[in-house]
């Protein structure tokens, strides 16, 4: 079993910045792949962006290329997400996943709301 705990969320004005975070726990030996979810209200849960068990690969929906960067600090079992250039339209609860490959998540964290006001 592994957990996660995501944090970093919280409101910011257009065009500001955000860092995630996502601490895993419990069986951590593994590099889970993992990856950054949102949802909005009334929306179904989109892909933001992954990062593969070694950490070189990562992956982004074309919504946040260019702004955003996942990245992972193995020894603390942490990945990140830097929000650049944030948009109203990035609102959403951020929620971290994990799996043993990129694309196939068992793992959950609760989420943390990112809010970006006009």
């Known amino acids: 079993q592994v957990q996660l705990v995501e944090s970093g969320g919280g409101l910011v004005q257009a065009g500001g910045s955000l860092r995630l975070s996502c601490a895993a726990a419990?069986?951590?030996?593994?590099?889970?792949?993992m990856a950054w979810f949102r949802q909005a209200p009334g929306k179904e849960r989109e892909f933001v962006a992954a990062v593969g068990g070694s950490g070189t690969d990562t992956y982004y929906t074309n919504s946040v290329k260019g702004r955003f960067t996942i990245s992972r600090d193995v020894g603390k079992n942490t990945v990140y997400l830097r929000m650049n250039s944030l948009k109203p339209e990035d609102t959403a609860n951020y929620y971290c996943?994990?799996?043993?490959?990129?694309?196939?998540?068992?793992?959950w964290g609760q989420g943390t709301q990112v809010t970006v006001s006009s």
């Open positions: 419990g069986r951590t030996g593994i590099s889970y792949a």
């Open positions: 996943g994990a799996g043993l490959i990129v694309g196939e998540y068992s793992y």
